[in-house]
Each structure stands twice: as structure tokens, then as C-alpha cells.
């Protein structure tokens, strides 16, 4: 699968950088995991992460209900003290999202419809989003200063990072995953998550591929 950014996008954002994880099992410990992914403090500044994705939400026009994944998953945690288990995968990346203050999704590979994914600015009048927990509701995407994910021509994950498409998610029977870390911040944090990501998979499941990567003004594009 090719993987890339537009060249727009990081001519705005030079801080960028997106982390990539794509791993293969062939069994997963779910209990397991459940020891690892306990909440902990953020080792982020929460209110520094927070300014900086709500100025890039801003600059789409988001709405105020739309926020950066990582500031909803806090939100959560300051409600309730912990967040609810969903899954193998999702609990390990939302347990590093809000431990290292990044943004984070997946995908199913089994389920993307291309073998290309793009980060890139919104196509006005386009294929329609299929929000995740809504199947077969079709969302037009409307304003042009929306930054999306898209695969091929078909939108799964909509400003930048605030809402996953229902066709790619993950669930419990997945088993080949593409990881997504969207981060402003330094490449050592970033290193550091993506580092303890791939540490808790190899210790509660059964590898089978595994690969890691980074993208930024540096380097757009790569091969997972």
C-alpha cells in the first residue's frame, strides 16, 4: 500500500509528521492487554496539544461538537477515569494516543477499498463518508478547508482525525492493521509511542509482519 501527504498539507503544517504502524497477527491475548493499557497520567501537556489541534480545527471550520480524537479520548477520562474497552487494537492505540497526547486511528487492511491512502484536503462533491456506528448513512463533505484521509477516491477518516469511516474499522476479528499516529509534536515522542505501541503487541500477541514508519516534510510518501 502506498501511503502519502499532500504537499499542501505540509507546506501549512511543517510540524506534521504521521506514524505508521502496520502489523499482522496470528492470535491476540485480549486479557492480557488489559494489563498493559491501564490509564495513566499523560506524559503530554495536555493544554499545549490541545491548542494546537483546536487551531487546525479551526482552520477547517470545524464545528465546535467536531474535536481532535485526542482531546475527546481525555475528555472521557476526565468524566469517567478510564476509558471503556473496545478491542485488541483500539484499546492498545487509545491507550498510547492519550498516554503520549497524539492522535490516533486504524484501519482494517482487509477493508480498504484501495492501495493508495492519502492525507490530503477535502474533494468538494465527491465520494460521500460512511461515519463509523452509522452504517449505510452517507455524510457529503462540503467545505474544501477539511483535511481528510482517503483511500482512492472514497474518504475514511474525516477532519484529519475526528471521525473514522464504518467500512475500514477495526473489530475484534482483525487481524492485519495500518496504525495511524498524527502528530504536531517532537519526533521523539513520537518515536518513543510508536516504540511502546509495538512492544505491548509483541507481548500479547503472536506476530506475524510488522512494520513501522514516519512521514513528514522530509519524506511524503512510503510503502507499507
Sequence with gaps: MKISIQEEILE????YKMG????KVASKNCEKVQAFTKYEKSIA???EVEKEWLKVFK????SDRR????VALWNIIDRFGELKPINY???IYNYISVKYGIPMGGYD???LPNEELTLKYAVVGGTKFEPMGLAGQLEKIKDPAEVCYYCGDVPVCRYWNNKDSEITKIDENSSDVLIMFDTLGTNENLQEAISELVKIIKETSDVIELKTEILNTEKANCEM
Excluded: G, H, Q, R
Design 12 to 15: 501549512k503544517y511543517p510540524n
Design 20 to 23: 505508521l504502524v502496520k502489523v
Design 45 to 47: 501537556d495536555e493544554a
Design 59 to 62: 482552520d477547517m471550520n470545524a
Design 67 to 70: 474535536l481532535p480524537s485526542i
Design 89 to 91: 487494537f483500539v484499546d
Design 109 to 111: 487492511m482487509a477493508k
